[in-house]
């Protein structure tokens, strides 16, 4: 089952949002907006995220308050974070947003398609880590079920060594069953 990567899509202005939503169009992302801090930490307890679009600069908690929450959680501290301020280019601002963990601080008007592609990368790379992720416990099931294979056989040779006149039986029951994938 494949799931489908998701942008979390953060500002308190509604107008702010449907832009967003526009600009991710067409991208293999679903958007999930949110107009507050508050709604986007209840948001993440539920959801996994590719990439965090976060403003700024938002009433009762902002984003850079919100951004140090998500970091300090350890199953949301490596979502990447990209601000978005409609504030003029104030460098201690971006200071700010690096400082509590963004990968990006873009200020506006920026450019929709810059956004896009680093959008596209996060949602990229959060793909490729899921892949590596199932790939990886496939693995370790592949492994498990080798050591069991190659326990039965030990186990089965060693019978197949002694005098016990039921040692064949027995040794083909302990294969079958490492076959199989059943214990005794």
């Known amino acids: 089952m494949t799931q489908v990567a998701k942008a979390l899509l953060v500002d308190d202005r509604r107008e702010n949002l449907m832009a967003l939503e526009a600009i991710l169009q067409g991208l293999p992302v679903h958007s999930?907006?949110?107009e507050s801090g508050e709604a986007a930490l209840k948001q993440l307890l539920v959801d996994d995220f590719a990439v965090i679009l976060?403003?700024?600069q938002m009433p009762d908690m902002d984003g850079f308050?919100?951004?140090?929450?998500?970091?300090?959680?350890?199953?949301?501290?490596?979502?990447?974070?990209?601000?978005?301020?409609?504030?003029?280019?104030?460098?201690?601002?971006?200071?700010?947003?690096?400082?509590?963990g963004a990968v990006d601080y873009l200020t506006?008007?920026?450019?929709?398609?810059?956004?896009r592609a680093k959008?596209?990368?996060?949602?990229?790379?959060?793909?490729?880590?899921r892949q590596l992720a199932a790939q990886s416990e496939m693995v370790r099931e592949r492994d498990?079920?080798?050591?069991?294979?190659?326990?039965?056989?030990?186990?089965?040779?060693?019978?197949?060594?002694?005098?016990?006149?039921?040692?064949?039986?027995?040794?083909?029951?302990?294969?079958?069953?490492?076959?199989?994938?059943?214990t005794t």
């Open 32 to 34: 999930v907006a949110v």
């Open 54 to 56: 976060l403003d700024a």
């Open 65 to 100: 308050e919100t951004a140090s929450h998500i970091k300090r959680r350890e199953r949301t501290r490596h979502v990447p974070i990209i601000f978005l301020t409609a504030a003029d280019r104030d460098a201690q601002l971006a200071l700010r947003g690096y400082a509590v």
């Open 108 to 115: 506006k008007p920026f450019d929709p398609w810059v956004l």
């Open 119 to 129: 959008v596209s990368v996060f949602v990229e790379l959060w793909t490729k880590t």
């Open 144 to 182: 498990a079920q080798w050591r069991l294979l190659t326990d039965a056989v030990d186990e089965a040779t060693t019978l197949l060594r002694t005098d016990d006149p039921d040692a064949v039986t027995r040794a083909l029951a302990i294969l079958e069953q490492a076959r199989w994938g059943t």
